[in-house]
């Protein structure tokens, strides 16, 4: 890596232990959830946002919150946060830019009033094209996977709702970004199940994956997974179970599941601790880069990471519960690679600064390879053109002078 993650922010408020982190579309937003319900920076401005109110009732599961995804509807221009609480609920917060505040769009209870925690959720797409609908996966304690739509308008549909064997008991979902279907990824068991995203019905089993996975992030092409087996974080070959790279971590002080996630285009995996910082990890070489700090220690579970133009960011938070979480966000620059024209490159220059040219073709400057196609094209049919017009008057005449002479 060329270069180190650094502290940009530190944000306080949660009174509690805090478990998900979640960047919103573009990277205006960052929400924490936890015990003391949820938290929202403005990272534009660093300030916390207004929010629908919410009890401070850890003990309560009704406000306790377990999982955070964000959608962002081009359309419209809204950003919409999805929550899923200890009791069951989820809730919708649609954020207002004329008041600069979130209000309650939503709240779905547990079915028959029954406590079913929501232990994961995710989206397909996080930003959703105008014309498209977004849609939502989330997995309860009570082993049900449920599956809903979500328009530009607000609309919110349930598409289906199954459960699974007795034997599977979820604890991570995640939706294909290409294929819409679902990932059903067990605490305990190590079979992973892909249900179809129309129906819920079961498409695949795979098995036998890690015998303990507490916490999974999938890449954008749905072929490989990296996941905490209780130890160290090992990423693996989603179609064969194959462990591709381990990335080695201390041995746990309290089993907790530590979060785990891809960053920087899926070059880095970023993960958890229980002795006050967080990992990062090069994929390619299995090194453990660096730490980042938790200025309070202890639990440090939830991690998120986010790509900015020019900048990647990672946030990291306190899980201790009974005691105030800070949430710190770092941020490392990605450098810019000056474009050099080979007209601007001097004879007694490094040959190593002049641009690459794939996709390109030297005709004395460097134009584009498309270009220069479109060129022969356009060539081929004017000569076409002037050959038509110089011949096709000659063969008129000649055809004129024999139908005179019959």
């Not at 919150?65 to 809730?91: E, Q």
């Not at 930003?127 to 009570?142: F, H, L, M, P, Y």
């Not at 695949?204 to 209780?230: C, E, I, Q």
């Not at 639990?299 to 990291?316: K, S």
Request: charged share 20%.
């Amino acid at each position: 890596m060329a270069s180190e993650y650094r502290p940009l922010s530190k944000f306080t408020g949660p009174r509690d232990a805090v478990v998900s982190l979640a960047f919103s579309a573009k990277g205006r937003f960052l929400a924490a959830a936890g015990y003391s319900g949820v938290y929202v920076w403005d990272l534009s401005t660093s300030a916390s946002t207004p929010l629908p109110h919410m009890l401070f009732a850890p003990q309560n599961p009704k406000y306790v919150i377990t999982a955070a995804v964000w959608v962002y509807f081009h359309k419209n221009n809204r950003h919409i946060l999805l929550l899923g609480s200890m009791r069951g609920d989820v809730i919708l917060w649609n954020w207002t830019e004329e008041s600069q505040s979130f209000n309650l769009l939503y709240r779905v209870p547990p079915m028959n009033d029954i406590q079913d925690e929501i232990l994961s959720m995710d989206v397909h797409e996080q930003e959703i094209a105008s014309g498209r609908i977004g849609r939502v996966v989330v997995a309860t304690a009570n082993r049900c996977i449920n599956v809903w739509t979500l328009s530009s308008s607000g609309e919110f549909s349930k598409v289906f709702s199954t459960i699974l064997d007795d034997n599977l008991k979820p604890k991570t979902v995640r939706m294909c970004k290409k294929t819409r279907d679902i990932f059903v990824f067990p605490l305990y068991g190590g079979e992973i199940l892909r249900l179809d995203y129309k129906s819920g019905a079961v498409k695949s089993r795979k098995s036998p994956g890690p015998g303990r996975m507490g916490s999974v992030s999938l890449n954008y092409t749905a072929d490989k997974f990296v996941a905490y087996t209780g130890k160290n974080f090992q990423l693996y070959r989603l179609s064969n179970l194959e462990i591709l790279k381990t990335f080695i971590a201390e041995a746990p002080l309290v089993f907790f599941p530590k979060q785990v996630a891809f960053g920087e285009s899926e070059t880095i995996v970023v993960g958890g601790t229980d002795r006050g910082f967080a990992l990062v990890y090069d994929v390619e070489s299995e090194e453990m880069v660096q730490k980042l700090s938790y200025p309070r220690g202890n639990l440090v579970q939830p991690v998120a990471t986010f790509t900015l133009p020019g900048r990647h960011l990672i946030a990291i938070a306190g899980s201790t519960q009974e005691q105030p979480s800070d949430v710190v966000l770092f941020e490392k620059t990605i450098p810019e690679v000056p474009l050099v024209l080979h007209s601007e490159v001097m004879q007694d220059e490094p040959t190593a600064r002049t641009v690459p040219t794939a996709g390109f073709v030297h005709v004395g400057f460097y134009i584009p390879k498309k270009a220069l196609n479109w060129f022969w094209i356009v060539a081929l049919l004017l000569s076409i053109s002037f050959a038509s017009y110089c011949t096709i008057p000659q063969y008129i005449q000649q055809v004129c002078t024999r139908l005179a002479n019959l």
